[in-house]
């Protein structure tokens, strides 16, 4: 099994930053692609940011220049540093990534996890 723990949402007043982590844990061979999303209350998901295991880091254009997305490939864990938080960044944030997992068979192969969403919040 790969789990994906999310942390570090909450609640922030505009201009404020916020950090948050994904971590990725159990039968993992390789973590591909990394990433965050989020979805707002009557919305779609959309992403936020994506950083591959080799390549340039990519931004929805909302959040260019306000969002850092970094990777720490020792500790299977991306971060997505928020500063200048707006309140229409308000909404649930999800990580993501492609991961070749480890099959019992001893097997690997690709698939896409998520995180169970933190709330962020940006409010006055």
């Known amino acids: 099994q790969v789990q994906l723990v999310e942390s570090g949402g909450g609640l922030v007043q505009p201009g404020g930053s916020l950090r948050l982590s994904c971590a990725a844990s159990?039968?993992?061979?390789?973590?591909?692609?990394m990433g965050w999303y989020r979805q707002a209350p009557g919305k779609e998901r959309e992403l936020v940011a994506t950083?591959?295991?080799?390549?340039?880091?990519n931004y929805a254009d909302s959040v260019k220049g306000r969002f850092t997305i970094s990777r720490d490939n020792a500790k299977n864990t991306w971060y997505l540093q928020m500063n200048s938080l707006k309140p229409e960044d308000t909404a649930i944030y999800y990580c993501n990534a492609d991961i070749t997992r480890r099959y019992s068979d001893g097997s690997v192969g690709p698939y896409v996890y998520w995180g169970q969403g933190t709330q962020v919040t940006v409010s006055s």
């Open positions: 950083i591959p295991s080799g390549g340039s880091t």
């Open positions: 159990g039968r993992i061979f390789s973590i591909n692609a």
